[in-house]
């Protein structure tokens, strides 16, 4: 998909579910790893993680559009265009987007460690230094159970 036809996209979407015009313009971003997309406050732009179309569908995309679309009306008309304001909760209940998009791959966990007293796990993606670092809980010695 091009960003062209991505334009056309969400220009329909808004004119069929916010019943107004989108005016600025939207483009895929390839840099965004961590979200699905963005509405930029100062050019009132949005930008779309391709990643999430290609991984999940055009179902996905509709949604990750329909919640930037929030973001953009709201602001233009001076409303509150927050995720924790309640007219963005009220528009995003109103027109049945989601709050937030699907995660795009799981935390990978490479290692676990188990305090050897009261034996609390901790799952961590980098090695911890076990001469240095103790169990939060009782303070007591950490084991490398799996790397």
């Known amino acids: 998909m091009t960003d062209y036809e991505l334009?056309?996209?969400v220009e329909e979407i808004s004119e069929e579910v916010f019943e107004k015009?989108?005016?600025?313009s939207v483009k895929f971003n390839p840099k965004l790893r961590t979200t699905g997309g963005r509405y930029l406050l100062q050019t009132n732009n949005i930008e779309i993680n391709p990643k999430y179309y290609q991984k999940f569908?055009?179902?996905e995309l509709e949604g990750i559009i329909k919640h930037e679309l929030c973001h953009y009306h709201l602001h233009l008309?001076?409303?509150g265009h927050q995720h924790r304001d309640?007219?963005?909760k009220n528009l995003i209940s109103k027109?049945?987007?989601p709050r937030y998009c699907t995660k795009l791959k799981e935390k990978k966990i490479n290692y676990i460690y188990r305090c050897s007293k009261?034996?609390?796990e901790y799952?961590?993606?980098r090695m911890v230094n076990l001469k240095k670092y103790r169990c939060g809980k009782c303070r007591e010695k950490l084991d490398l159970v799996k790397m």
């Open 7 to 9: 334009q056309k996209i």
């Open 21 to 24: 015009p989108f005016l600025h």
């Open 57 to 59: 569908g055009y179902s």
């Open 77 to 79: 008309d001076g409303l």
């Open 86 to 88: 309640q007219d963005f």
């Open 95 to 97: 027109t049945k987007t």
């Open 118 to 120: 009261c034996g609390i």
């Open 123 to 125: 799952r961590r993606n």
